[in-house]
């Protein structure tokens, strides 16, 4: 960790007060899929997906294994292209820019669409407090003493983090319960001032107690940055969403959208029978 006490520009905090800073508007943004496919090398697992998720509300993925959901989730802030094998066609448009633009850069799409992870993968060893800086470091960005300690604190209270932790933030992050770490790990990802946050089934690892927090998180991050979740827990996507997104792959076929819209029209009054099947438990 640095010691400087430089003047930094960070970015302002989507929605509330930056460090020593007027309280800035929300940097929640708009994310739109136009046609997506998606290929493992001659594998299609994606079939033409467009979906709207608006600015400041949380969009859920939902659907049975194998349908592209996950692949879905990584092509929204270009973590697809990683893999060797894979490739995809169509446009991301963030706030309206298409992110796979040839000018923009990978890592810029990557700091301004966060991810979560199924798993929490803190750095074990590192300190808690270090752990929530840690994206700011790998980005680049310098911060003097009390601007880091600002954000430390900011990130963990509003990751729901803060009181447990208050007191313990030179302890390693590895010696977190599940939750909490799952928590820390929203933290790291709102540190670098995100304007998406994708959500791969951030609570399939934590228990019930630890579930519910981080869906209280969820609801509480909402206003200020554009959230998409992946989850197989229909009671969750029920809880915690605006809107739903449907994916089926059916018969080796690749993945598309069945049917999307409002949360309580989704889980009661759906168009499509596959849907009503889906959500009520008749299959996957
Ligand atoms: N790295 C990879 N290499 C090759 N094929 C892959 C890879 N990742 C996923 N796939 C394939 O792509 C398809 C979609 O997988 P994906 O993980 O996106 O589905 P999912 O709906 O998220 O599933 P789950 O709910 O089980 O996580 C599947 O057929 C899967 O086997």
Redesign the pocket.
Known sequence: MSTTDETVKLPPVPGGPAPHAPVAASRSASLEARDIS?W??D?K??DRVSLSMPAQRVTALI????????????ILNRMHEL?G??SLAGQVLLDGEDIYDRGRRITQARREIGMVFQKPNPFPAMSIYDNVLAGLKMNGVRAGRNERDDLVEECLTKAGLWREVADRLRQPGGALSGGQQQRLCIARSLAVRPRVLLM??PCSALDPTSTRRIEQTIGELSDEVTIVI?T?NMQQAARVSHSCAF?L?EQGTP?VIVEHGPTDAMFNSPTDERTSDYVNGRFG
Do not use: M, Y
Request: include cysteine.
């Open positions: 998606a493992f090398g594998h697992v994606l659907g049975p294994s194998g349908c592209g959901k996950s692949t879905f989730l990584r893999i094998t894979a791969d089934e992946v197989h994916f792959a993945g």
